[in-house]
């Protein structure tokens, strides 16, 4: 028998497989969403998460598994019977209907009574802050101005579950940053649950409260956004979520309370402050990110997690500035460091000889 979802199980995807001729799409994924949650499905081009994201909306039948929604199971529902409603990634208005004609489509639709309509629409625009544009066509907004056009169309049917697919990709950087907390907020107000596809780590989060990373059609990591940052599952998950540096060796001594991995790209050990399940002398990665490593002059003055090399490039961001060291064994690192730890003055430049270290709560072993 199918399980039965925790109490705060809105929504749960019940071992869903989607098979298109030879390709699996989806692999056996299972996942649940809470109640008022920001959900987002996180992953490269191809990894399945818009089809994951087009089987909750309805628009593809899963080949096996089943979708529950506040404890209804809507598999076989067509989208329109679905308490559901998907803002596309083109937001598709209608070009030559108004704004406010465009946001009530979709009551009309169904049939709602006219004064019911005006209200809800305007409701809708006030929302997101468009209801002096009613009267405006699609092409007489910005790009910004649309996106929430397509949100408040998106809201004025009251859906249980709102899907977001890429709803950020069609702004440029700074407006897509703004519109990001701008977007949570409105959620929230709304309080509406929501599952978002994108592909741009950055967005995931700041805008979700979990998210699940996909790879080849399956979840290979699920969790808050500080739990998969900083304790990824595995070396695709370190490396896909922010950058981190990956060193391989293998447990040389194995204590309860931490290990110390040899890596042939260091002159001393590394040393971690965990225990691990993963046998004496088996080959294991460390991932260590950027704003953990500390750049030095002078060599430390400790047993392990340091090395020397040369910087081979400089980045200043601001607030921080970008190292990437070539150490002695020929692995290029990246420190990301405060810039007001340095003075200009004494801050190392390129093919400046410096020291590396970091702490050993820093690193993170990865067997897989």
Known sequence: MPRQGDADDFVRVEDVVKIFGDTVAVQSVSLSVRRHEIFALLGSSG????????????????????IILDDEDITQLPPHRRPVNMMFQSYALFPHM????????????EGVPRQEIHERVFEALDLVQMAGYARRKPQQLSGGQQQRVALARSLVK?????????????????????????????????????????????????MASRLAVMSEGQIVQCGTPYE??????????????????LFTGTIDVDEPDHVLIGSDALPRPLYVSHGVSEPLGMEVH????PEQ????????????????????????????TRYQIRLDAGQ???????????????APGIDDEVYVSWGHDAGTVLAS
């Open 98 to 109: 108004t704004v406010e004609a465009n946001v009530a489509f979709g009551l009309r639709q």
């Open 47 to 66: 990894c399945g998460k818009s089809t994951l994201l087009r089987m909750l909306a309805g628009f593809e039948e899963p080949t096996s598994g089943r």
């Open 158 to 206: 009251r859906p249980k579950l709102l899907l977001l697919d890429e709803p950020m990709s069609a702004l440029d950087k700074q407006i897509r940053q703004a519109t990001q907390i701008e977007l949570v907020k409105i959620l929230d107000q709304v309080g509406v649950t929501c599952i978002m596809v994108t592909h741009d780590q950055e967005e995931a989060m700041t």
């Open 293 to 320: 490593i500390r750049v030095l002059r002078e060599q430390p003055a400790t047993d392990s997690n340091w090395g020397h090399g040369m910087v081979s490039h400089v980045a200043w961001m601001g607030s921080t």
């Open 286 to 289: 460390v991932s260590i990110r």
């Open 228 to 245: 998969v940052y900083a304790f990824p599952n595995s070396r695709f998950v370190a490396g896909f979520i922010g950058s981190t540096n």
């Open 332 to 346: 290029v690192i990246e420190a990301s460091v405060p810039s007001l730890d340095w003075n200009q003055a004494e």
